[in-house]
């Protein structure tokens, strides 16, 4: 599975910005998708997941109510629509998919894409 991160960019505070992320290869097997941060000097955190089918959510409560997560399956990618930003949104944003196919459950990981919210 490649997972290719898009959508980031310098946008003022209370703007908004639109993030995908676009799988390939064995996309089939992925069940679990999710969008993480990592901004300077701190640790990656979990922003948002979603399930294959899109029926479960699950938000860092940071974001809930601003941020909305979605996947298209027929287009194999994942979005992440931010609103609202604060400047403490700034941060490397990362796409990660689990796959489940025999075996262990393996995650992968976009390269990620810069998000700069200026206050």
């Known amino acids: 599975v490649q997972l290719v991160e898009s959508g980031g960019g310098l946008v003022q505070a209370g703007g908004s910005l639109r993030l995908s992320c676009a799988a390939s290869?064995?996309?089939?097997?992925?069940?679990?998708m999710g969008w993480y941060r990592q901004a300077p000097g701190k640790q990656r955190e979990l922003v948002a997941t979603?399930?294959?089918?899109?029926?479960?959510?699950n938000y860092a409560d940071s974001v809930k109510g601003r941020f909305t997560i979605s996947r298209d399956n027929a287009k194999n990618t994942m979005y992440l629509q931010m609103n609202s930003l604060k400047s403490e949104d700034t941060a490397v944003y990362y796409c990660?998919?689990?796959?489940?196919?025999?075996?262990?459950?393996?995650?992968?990981w976009g390269q990620g894409t810069q998000v700069t919210v200026s206050s």
């Open positions: 979603i399930t294959s089918a899109g029926g479960w959510k």
């Open positions: 290869g064995s996309t089939f097997s992925i069940n679990l």
């Open positions: 990660k998919a689990r796959s489940s196919v025999v075996g262990p459950d393996v995650d992968y």
